[in-house]
């Protein structure tokens, strides 16, 4: 059980060495960098150290990562790097494009600015950073690809069952408009994210546990938590084997993961394939940007994924999938009526596929 932050502090690993070896300590680096950092986690193997700000470790690998989460002045640099590369990439054309990936400078510290940034611009437009209850609530009820969150949470409980008393991973949470409701469910919830002012909200709106850290070195020891939830995350996270070995990794034996992700297949991917070549190019040269896309994404191949799964040991029979209507907007209602019949008698053509897969309860991981 985990019910006290020592006991969830107990939970992690060293990101650098993957070692059950962090110990809590007195400030002695970071304090310098942020008030807000009274607590630091010392790691007895490789003796890196790591902050922990308001209660939330953050706990990178990468020391610039951590200094984006912790000092104003880095993160300022940061944000300033990365606007002279959006302007770059505004700026050129066609192959030479400026695309940020995880092999360029600074590329992960441009991750951490691409989802700072939207939780910046977006987060009070439904009641995050307020935490306004009536507002969030509206929100979740919307149409479209918002509305399909509280559909994802009613999946869960469908395949889950109860929730009270699990230990719930939400793994790429940012504002995390469930947060309230999967809390009035009994169940106990570890926020994880990139975006430490995403995560100190949370802490606010009643989160007892969050880790700021990158999901492709999950600081969290094996077989620690019931259940882990992924909405919309895995595809910001390339190559996805990395964050789904370390989801099935720190699942109990029996527990479930349940995953919503953008479906390679959908309809409109595939449409846009058949345009010939030189038509696709003239509508891109047409097309008018103003910002560089996120750096890491993508759609995902969902038969792909479940094998990458059964390489994470779940069997073929705990791995279920299930692909999600699309909403279209308000196109004419002829057209509406060809894209509802052609993925009705196709769903492989939805624009989300929802995974769930149950871990194996025998003895390997």
Request: net charge positive.
């Amino acid at each position: 059980m985990v019910e006290t932050q020592a006991e969830f502090l107990s939970l992690l690993v060293c990101p650098s060495c993957r070692r059950r070896a962090l110990d809590s300590q007195a400030p002695t680096r970071f304090h310098k960098l942020n008030a807000a950092v009274r607590d630091e986690l010392l790691c007895t193997s490789c003796r890196s150290v790591f902050p922990i700000v308001d209660g939330i470790p953050v706990l990178f690998s990468d020391s610039r990562r951590i200094a984006f989460a912790v000092d104003e002045a880095s993160k300022a640099k940061a944000v300033s790097d990365v606007a002279d590369l959006n302007r770059q990439y505004v700026a050129s054309h066609g192959a030479q494009r400026l695309r940020l990936s995880t092999d360029s400078e600074g590329g992960r510290v441009a991750w951490e600015y691409f989802f700072w940034n939207a939780w910046r611009e977006h987060g009070d437009e439904t009641g995050v950073l307020s935490g306004d209850r009536e507002r969030l609530e509206r929100h979740l009820r919307a149409t479209g690809a918002v509305g399909g969150r509280l559909r994802f949470l009613e999946d869960v409980v469908r395949y889950e069952g109860s929730l009270d008393g699990k230990l719930l991973l939400n793994v790429g949470c940012g504002p995390d408009a469930l947060l309230e409701r999967v809390l009035d469910k009994g169940c106990r919830v570890i926020e994880q994210d990139i975006v430490l002012d995403s995560l100190a909200v949370l802490k606010r709106r009643g989160a007892a546990f969050c880790l700021c850290c990158d999901l492709a070195e999950l600081p969290i020891a094996a077989r620690s938590v019931d259940l882990a939830t992924s909405s919309g995350v895995i595809h910001h996270v390339w190559p996805i084997a990395r964050p789904l070995a370390h989801v099935m990794r720190v699942l109990k034996p029996g527990g479930g993961a349940y995953f919503v992700e953008p479906n390679a297949f959908a309809l409109t991917t595939m449409v846009k394939m058949l345009v010939p070549q030189g038509v696709a190019r003239l509508l891109r040269s047409m097309q008018r940007e103003t910002k560089s896309p996120s750096p890491f994404e993508r759609s995902i191949n969902p038969f792909v994924m479940a094998g990458l799964l059964e390489k994470c040991g779940a069997r073929k029979e705990d791995i279920h999938r299930s692909f999600r209507r699309d909403t279209w907007g308000t196109p004419p209602r002829a057209i509406k009526f060809v894209l509802d019949g052609a993925v009705r008698l196709f769903p492989v053509l939805s624009a989300h596929c929802f995974t769930a897969v149950r871990k194996s309860a025998g003895p390997g991981e």
